[in-house]
């Protein structure tokens, strides 16, 4: 029997390994489950656990031990603080917070305050500037689930010109790390390659195209994208010196330790297309994300992994080209993303970590039964000759009955050997 | 057909905003009938429409064009309002309750208000009794509804409801739209129409008017 280390290798080096690898919650993008969600499967189990949030503007919970042996987990993240961790209790500490009646965990650092309309606003609390740590980055209404930030922190919507931009305003997906916080990174990621044998995943920073919208807003950005390429080739300028930066420091602290690095989150495309056209991306941000792609393939022996969700199946053979390895989430329930076409046309060159589970149709509301067909016959779909990592299109959703999360375990296991 | 109609559709469909309001300008001292220039508008984002629906146009294309026919109408409503000719429909648009999402919908109200509709825009996270109290105040011909999650997706279907139980649900087409929704979502939840995109929508709501 293969470790999980080197089962999702093989997966990746597309050789078929014993069984298909699975991630739950150990890829720490869009890959997770909702604390709401993660409380309800622990208490259908009959356990009392302690909910922590580590991302806390998608609110998703860190699955105990319990869960990754249940389910048969393959992955963790290197910013994993409950066991196995090499973190202590002095590393990483947590506080409560309270979302929607359910009280759970969030890392002690996050600012966040309730405004007099009843919503909870979340600070710039991590940026490297004092002055900027009062800025509102994101905002959870009463009745919400999740913190936003597109509605409400859009910092560069208003330039119109080059010299309007000063410098990379704070957001809470660009990265920030301080000197200590990399010591105590690369303390719990040379813990857990050393005493467990998970693969283990890092998230090294900030996308460069989902980032360019983040912070002109989708309105700025397409009109300056159609008449003035100069704001947009600025900002995407000043994201990739700091990514640049950011990724050399991230890779020196756990580049030895981790067996993928994910290069950011990089939406291309709605439910139905891609944003922009594949030719204007090609020119504005690909030269850019292949440096990093380049820097992470030059300094370790990692696999790279690239996050873009919708219907993007246009710019697929363009990662093959950037040496990108593996493509998370494979959103299967957008339009154009036929799973079999996927793996016919792709399938050799690139691994699939996602496409499982649709979780936007299928996992929050069909029948235990109806989850495992779904399952069954993706996982059949994209595990012929490896090149699968097998975890949901997206996040768990809050409102997801338990019975659900644990049918679909139960189809991967029965569906994830490859020799019967 | 007028030259500068014809240039004022080009406009529309390369999202030329400034270019767009001058020309609308123009035409309306040259006393240009206004709801001929709506009406160009209207065939540009049909034009927009197609090309986004067979993949020539992305959702670039499609937010300036949305956005500069909205601009084209922001410059015609008051000449228009002062006609007796009616808006083609009066559409009450809003986020559904717990969702903050606000892209999808702006785009849609540019598009609406684009293709010749009056838009009340109730913003986001908004509860359905606050849409019952502007159906019964405002007496619109649609309410669409937009929701981005699966956690907040429900509470379209908590809008019709209040609308049925106010008596208020055969007065309007309901029309629900946004990334979880799908066909037979909206034909579940008991909503009249359902659209992938917001000229795909405008479509629809003139075929059900």
Known sequence: ?420 | MNANLSDLEKCVVEGDLEKAVGLTKEMLEKGVEPWEIVAQLRHALQIVGKQYETGAFFLTELVLAGMTAKEVMNVLKPVLARGKKKFLAKVVLCTVEGDIHDIGKTIVEAVFTGAGFDVIDLGVDVPAAKVVDTVRKENPDVVALSALLTSTMVNQEKVINELKKAGLRDRVIVIVGGAPIDQEFARRIGADAYADDPIEGARKIERLL
């Not at chain 1, 080096?13 to 409380?39: N, R, T, W």
């Not at chain 1, 290197?78 to 990483?92: A, I, M, Q």
């Not at chain 1, 597109?150 to 010109?161: E, G, I």
């Not at chain 1, 093959?320 to 996927?342: F, G, H, T």
Request: glycine share 8%.
């Open chain 1, 1 to 420: 029997m293969l470790t999980s280390r080197e089962r999702v290798m093989m997966a990746i080096q597309h050789k078929e390994p014993d069984v298909v690898p699975v991630d739950f919650g150990g890829m720490d993008c869009s890959g997770g489950i909702h604390a709401l969600a993660y409380e309800k499967l622990a208490k259908h189990f009959g356990l009392d656990e302690e909910v922590r949030i580590y991302d806390p503007i998608q609110v998703l919970a860190e699955p105990s031990e319990f869960f990754l042996r249940k389910f048969g987990a393959d992955v963790v993240s290197v910013l994993r603080s409950t066991p196995p961790t090499g973190l202590t209790e002095g590393d990483k500490q947590f506080k409560d917070y309270s979302l929607l009646g359910s009280n759970v965990k969030i890392p002690r650092e996050i600012d966040i305050t309730r405004g007099d309309d009843g919503s909870d606003y979340m600070h710039a609390w991590f940026s490297r500037d004092a002055s900027k740590r009062s800025t509102v980055v994101a905002k959870r209404n009463p009745s919400a689930c999740y913190f936003d930030h597109l509605p409400v922190y859009l910092p560069l919507k208003d330039v119109k010109k080059v010299s309007d931009i000063k410098e990379l305003p704070p957001h809470h997906w660009i990265p920030e790390r301080s000197d200590s916080g990399l010591r105590t990174l690369r303390k719990n990621a040379k813990w857990l390659h050393e005493n467990t044998d998970y693969a283990i995943f890092g998230m090294s920073g900030a996308g460069i195209f989902e980032m360019t919208i983040y912070l002109l807003g989708f309105g700025n950005f397409f009109r300056s994208l159609k008449t003035n390429r100069k704001v947009v080739e600025r900002v995407v300028e000043l994201l990739l010196e700091h990514n640049k930066t950011e990724l050399k420091r991230y890779l020196d602290a756990v580049g030895d330790y981790l067996q993928v690095v994910g290069i950011g989150g990089e939406d291309l495309g709605s439910q139905v297309g891609p944003f922009i056209n594949p030719m204007d991306w090609r020119e504005l941000f690909e030269p850019a994300i292949k440096e990093l792609v380049d820097i992470i393939k030059s300094k370790t022996n990692c696999y790279v992994m690239i996050h873009s969700c919708g219907s993007i199946k246009p710019f697929v053979s363009d990662f093959i080209e950037m040496r990108i390895d593996i493509w998370n989430p494979v959103q299967i329930s957008a339009k154009n993303m036929d799973p079999r076409e996927l793996k016919k046309e792709f399938g050799d060159n690139m691994t699939f970590w996602g496409g499982g589970i649709d979780t936007q149709h299928v996992l929050p509301f069909a029948s235990p039964q109806k989850v495992k067909d779904h399952v069954r016959e993706l996982v059949e779909i994209f595990k012929p000759g490896g090149g699968f990592i097998f975890n949901q299109i997206h996040n768990v959703q809050p409102e997801t009955p338990p019975e659900n999360i644990v049918a679909m375990f139960e189809a991967v296991n029965e569906a994830r050997g490859y020799r019967s």
